[in-house]
């Protein structure tokens, strides 16, 4: 089960619900087995029988009342079980069996949250950063590899590369399986950062599936955001990106309708907008700025969220701005989707010749081949300058990439209304 989802089981209802608890507690469920065995490849390989006793025993059982214990305890029992088959490591079994006796008798850990500890552990230095990326998506934020592949716009073997290559990595190398001490934080923090962050974008705007949003995750990566924040609060970015998550998750509200349908930040109603969220990022924005280093990705990002959260409508925004936010953002980064964005700023400030200009050089270079992002924002700004066929036809192409349904009828809505 490379993906981290459980096989099909018997009955449906009860497959679904061990479906959704997966998806919740999967990452909760191989930390706690991780931070007890001290062995990743093997908390996860526990986990995934735990889940297969669960859909053998729970469609006549039931599913027990507090299911990710079950399966936590489940596992650590066969790790009990693998360890005396072995007949060595006794250490490690007296470690787990003392562990199930007294769950809640724990030494200190400078970083308490079994998952943010997780990501802290799996984003260790010996690794190379994609690769400290994909796998703590993977194993921490339950994506699928296909999902990663998408956000990280490369191949989904790409990935699967990248993972085997970190279990293999960090198996070669010895790594000890333990928390970080905090001045050992430093190399990690990028990309601690960055696989944060990344959580929070598929929770914003799911690469995959039949939801426009996906809030539990996102909110998860807020919570994790806070965290960090608090742990490492002289370090700018991240206080900029917990800044960051604030403004964008303020607008779930009114993201989407109330059959569930997509909501575009033109027609937003803007008083459901939650303003303690945009007060909190702000306040987190002038934490990181007060800092005095900078901005940097995550600030610029921040910066420009705050102009959409704080402007009345869209066309009150100070698009000047935005688009000059961009192109610092740009020269950071080298990213082809930020120079997407960017371009969507400068046709909204008046130049959408000037921006297609931009979007063209782009396409010209191939960086999103697989992506809908590009045909999408392309059709847009076809649209502004009055090339209906053109555009209807880049809203078709960008409709026939997305792996999301919502997004996929969204487009080719936009492609049908320049028919009329």
């Not at 930390?31 to 996860?44: H, K, S």
Request: with cysteine; aromatic share 4%.
């Amino acid at each position: 089960m490379d993906d981290g989802a459980p096989p099909p089981a018997h009955p449906p209802a009860t497959a679904r619900s061990i479906d959704a608890i997966w998806r919740i507690e999967g990452a909760r469920i191989v930390a706690a087995i991780a931070r007890v065995t001290g062995d990743l490849a093997l908390a996860e390989d526990l986990a995934q029988d735990a889940l297969i006793d669960a859909m053998t025993q729970w469609p006549s059982t039931g599913v027990p009342r507090n299911p990710a214990a079950w399966l936590t305890t489940v596992a650590k029992r066969k790790a009990i079980d693998t360890w005396r088959r072995q007949a060595t490591l006794e250490g490690k079994y007296r470690t787990i069996a003392a562990d199930l006796e007294t769950l809640d008798d724990r030494a200190w850990e400078p970083i308490e949250d079994d998952l943010l500890r997780l990501i802290f552990v799996a984003c260790h230095p010996v690794l190379a950063r994609p690769v400290q990326v994909a796998l703590t998506l993977r194993v921490v934020g339950g994506l699928t590899t296909e999902e990663i592949a998408r956000l990280l716009l490369v191949q989904t073997s790409a990935v699967q590369q990248r993972i085997v290559r970190a279990k293999k990595t960090l198996a070669a190398a010895r790594i000890p399986f333990e928390t970080p001490e905090p001045a050992d934080w430093p190399p990690r923090l990028r990309a601690v950062l960055a696989v944060i962050y990344l959580i929070f974008t598929e929770g914003y705007a799911p690469t995959s599936g039949d939801r426009w949003l996906r809030p539990e995750l996102a909110c998860e990566a807020l919570r994790l955001g806070r965290m960090l924040a608090s742990l490492a609060p002289r370090e700018p970015e991240t206080h900029a990106l917990v800044a960051l998550m604030e403004f964008q998750s303020s607008r779930f509200a009114a993201r989407t309708a109330a059959d569930g349908s997509p909501v575009l930040l033109a027609d937003q109603d803007r008083s459901r907008w939650d303003r303690s969220a945009i007060a909190r990022g702000s306040a987190a924005l002038a934490r990181s700025d007060a800092l005095g280093r900078g901005r940097g990705y995550y600030e610029l990002q921040a910066a420009i969220a705050e102009c959409h959260a704080t402007a009345t409508t869209v066309d009150t925004t100070d698009w000047e701005q935005i688009a000059l936010l961009y192109e610092a953002l740009a020269e950071l980064s080298r990213s082809p989707v930020v120079e997407l964005n960017r371009a969507v700023a400068v046709s909204m400030a008046g130049d959408s010749a000037r921006a297609l200009q931009m979007v063209d050089r782009l396409a010209s270079g191939s960086p999103l081949p697989a992506s809908h992002l590009l045909p999408s924002v392309r059709g847009e700004l076809l649209a502004r300058l009055g090339r209906t066929r053109e555009a209807r036809a880049a809203f078709l192409a960008a409709a026939s990439l997305t792996a999301n349904s919502k997004e996929r009828e969204t487009l080719q809505r936009k492609a049908g209304a320049l028919d009329e």
